[in-house]
């Protein structure tokens, strides 16, 4: 017998889409293992966060969609995986759905096993189950469904030497989940009906289900087909027959919520992108992200200086959260922590600057109710412990003046300290050239007016002005108008959540206005 190695493979279940549906014990393993071997239909999110954790893993893509030039065959993936292990490897095979169901992992597994490479089975959610909950149909329904059946739809029902007992299925009264079926669903349709299923049972066809850009078709089994064709639905597709598929009015939640169908596109630097992103998503929108811009620190032998005195000051002002992590990792790297800021006094231009300064125990002492330079001047302005103040202000390279300068005229004295600079980062930008090309960009949003130049130079003014945009506030949106892009909406408060609820209220008055 061929003895153990050392290494291991872990069968690790993708889920059918929607990156959050990964398990807690697969994101562990992709955190800390040596080689990931990802099928298509796994979420491409999924391996750019294990990077993100991992930086050194290794990624072979397999493919394994139906159809591809690019999947290989099973039997090299199966050598892959085995070599990896044979070599000690920590591998994952990352899997589509479940690795047991339509997934083909028993038989990796059964090489695994003769090999002596060890292994562990990782289950995820499969599509069978995930894609009609998405649809709001659920698999089983007191009084309408007891049970509930997988099957291959890979099969051609009509050839003698099917595995499938398509009459007994039609008579078994319960809930019927197809994988793979498109192709042959006017053909599964025929032999259902003539094993004795009703023509006017409920069915629906769910493509691309529990990503953004799932869509649902609703018949009956008679003319499911015909529906789902003219609706243009190709693999990946999921196919439900039987009574559930009637809640389907009552139960939808996910294609109802307010951004779904919508694609955006989040232009904030790259360190910053996720929250917004997460925000839309949430909303049901397909994101776009091109992180047009990129913080750069600066040289921070200034920034330094400016620590070692800085109980001369009596307030500081941080213009954003890059500047709050710049500083603290500036402090920290001088032995510093919340204490040097003692008896100082803290503005912030705006919410989420505070709440990135709270994180570090720092509490500002004004947060104005605009959040721009302009709020923040008129907040200091109304105080009796500004005017003669020593002042110093830590902003961007390029930053406006207006704070400065306004201080100065309060007779208070201002040291600038320029800390960082933005500057274009064109990640992205190909794809969403092509898609702005296509009119397939329904809104852009803009959380600077750095982020509008950045956008503009990453795409080109022409393609620029094909979407409209939504702007977090004021001072963005004059950049957005210059740039001449179409304003659709501006956040009445500069945070992230106001700023996404904006794109809903933008959106909903344009699709309003349309119908």
């Known amino acids: 017998m061929t003895p153990p190695s050392k290494g291991i493979v872990y069968l690790v279940g993708a889920g059918p889409g929607d990156a959050g549906l990964l398990t807690v ?26 990077r993100r954790a991992n930086p050194t893993v290794e990624v ?44 083909r ?88 009906i003539a094993g004795g299923m009703s023509p006017d049972t409920s069915a629906a066809a769910v493509q691309w289900g529990t990503h ?3 869509r649902t078709v609703t018949a009956t089994i008679s003319n499911l087909a015909d529906a789902a064709a003219g ?39 790259s360190a910053q992108a996720s929250g917004l992103h997460s925000a839309l998503e ?7 992200e091109l992180p047009a811009l990129r913080i750069e620190p600066l040289d921070q032998a200034a920034l330094r200086a400016t620590l070692e005195g800085i109980a001369r000051y009596d307030w500081i002002i941080f213009t954003s959260q890059n500047a709050v992590s710049i500083v603290w990792e500036a402090m920290r790297a001088q032995g510093l922590d919340a204490r040097a800021l003692a008896g100082r006094r803290i503005a912030c231009v705006g919410r989420t600057t505070s709440e990135a300064l709270l994180a570090h125990g720092i509490a500002a002492d004004v947060v104005p109710a605009r959040f721009m330079a302009e709020g923040v001047l008129e907040a200091l302005s109304a105080r009796d412990d500004v005017r003669h103040a020593q002042v110093l202000y830590l902003a961007a390279e390029g930053a406006r003046e207006v704070l400065p300068d306004g201080l100065r005229a309060l007779d208070c004295r201002v040291d600038v300290v320029r800390i960082y600079r933005t500057e274009a980062d ?7 050239r092509a ?10 949003t803009f959380a600077s007016a750095s982020a509008v130049r950045g956008y503009v130079d990453a795409v080109g003014p022409s393609l620029a002005r094909r979407a409209p945009a939504v702007s977090i506030g004021p001072v963005t949106t004059v950049a957005v108008r210059d740039a001449g892009i179409a304003l659709i909406g501006e956040a009445p408060e500069a945070t992230i959540q106001r700023l996404a609820q904006a794109v809903v209220d933008a959106l909903s008055m344009t699709d309003a206005s349309a119908a």
Request: charged share 20%; hydrophobic share 50%.
């Open 25 to 50: 014990r697969g994101r562990e393993l992709l955190e800390h293992c040596d080689v990931i071997a990802t099928d298509a239909l796994a979420n491409a999110a999924i391996v750019v966060a294990a």
């Open 60 to 103: 072979f893509e397999v493919g394994k969609r139906g159809g591809s030039k690019h999947s290989l065959r099973q039997e090299d993936i199966t050598a892959l995986i085995l070599r990896l292990g044979l070599e000690g490897k920590r591998v994952v095979r990352l899997k589509g759905g479940d690795p047991f169901v339509f997934g």
């Open 105 to 192: 992992g028993s038989e990796e597994v059964q090489a695994l096993r003769a090999a002596g490479v060890a292994f562990e089975i990782v289950p995820g959610v499969t599509a069978g189950i995930a894609a009609p909950a998405y649809a709001g149909i659920p698999v089983t329904h007191r009084g309408l469904a007891t049970s509930v059946t997988f099957v291959t739809g890979h099969e051609d029902p009509t050839k003698p030497e099917t595995q499938t007992d398509w009459a007994a299925l039609a008579r078994a009264g319960g809930t019927i989940v197809l994988y793979m079926g498109v192709k042959n669903l006017l053909r599964i349709s025929a032999a259902l």
């Open 212 to 214: 953004t850009r799932q």
């Open 231 to 269: 609706a243009g639905l190709a693999a990946p597709v999921i196919t439900v027959i039987g009574n559930v598929v009637s809640l389907r009015d009552e139960i939808a939640w996910y294609d109802r919520r307010p951004l779904f169908g919508k694609r955006i596109v989040v232009t904030r630097a």
């Open 282 to 288: 949430e909303l049901g929108a397909e994101v776009l």
């Open 426 to 432: 064109g990640t992205g930008a190909v794809a969403l």
């Open 435 to 444: 898609a702005l090309a296509a009119d397939e960009v329904d809104a852009v």
